[in-house]
């Protein structure tokens, strides 16, 4: 009997782990939902751009459209995978890199990091490889996109404001 309470109490606690793993996902998806919407700003070189978010598939996913200057819009893809938020971003590059987030210790950041991708030539081919997306409050956000291209950084910010 008490071998029985002692595997019950694991099995408790294990699941409340996950339950909480869990939540603490969701409320990272959340917190990118919010972003539905409209913005506009300016990039790292000072040009203006505007960038779309917004829920699709019953709220399953979040669609990040990117409308910069010339042809190469660029989108991404959130969703969820179990306890596993993820990002597939669809690149000028050619290819489409996947990166899982955390929530940055404020909670007010989401930081992707790289996991793998699709239509990439070799591993050190040129890549996004990391976001942060910074969410001060519900009408401002930056997001710091780092593109790794053979061993070498090139990071691109937006500064954004909701559009009126």
């Given at each position: ?66 409308h910069g200057q010339g042809p190469e819009n660029m989108i991404s893809m959130i969703h969820l995978d179990g306890d596993r938020l993820l990002m597939t971003h ?75």
């Amino acid at each position: 009997m008490k071998a029985f309470r002692c595997a019950v109490t694991i099995a408790i606690v294990l699941c409340a782990g996950c339950a909480l793993a869990q939540s603490n996902t969701q409320k990272t998806f959340d917190s990118l939902k919010a972003l539905a919407g409209n913005w506009e700003g300016k990039n790292s070189q000072g040009q203006t751009l505007r960038v779309t978010f917004r829920e699709t598939a019953g709220g399953s996913a979040l669609l990040s459209e990117i409308h910069g200057q010339g042809p190469e819009n660029m989108i991404s893809m959130i969703h969820l995978d179990g306890d596993r938020l993820l990002m597939t971003h669809y690149c000028g590059a050619g290819n489409q890199p996947r990166m899982k987030a955390t929530l940055a210790p404020d909670g007010k950041s989401v930081i992707f990091d790289f996991i793998d991708a699709t239509n990439l030539a070799s591993a050190d081919a040129g890549h996004m490889h990391h976001v942060v997306f910074a969410m001060p409050d519900a009408d401002h956000h930056t997001e710091e996109w780092t593109f790794l291209d053979h061993g070498k950084e090139l990071k691109e910010l937006f500064t954004l404001q909701r559009a009126k």
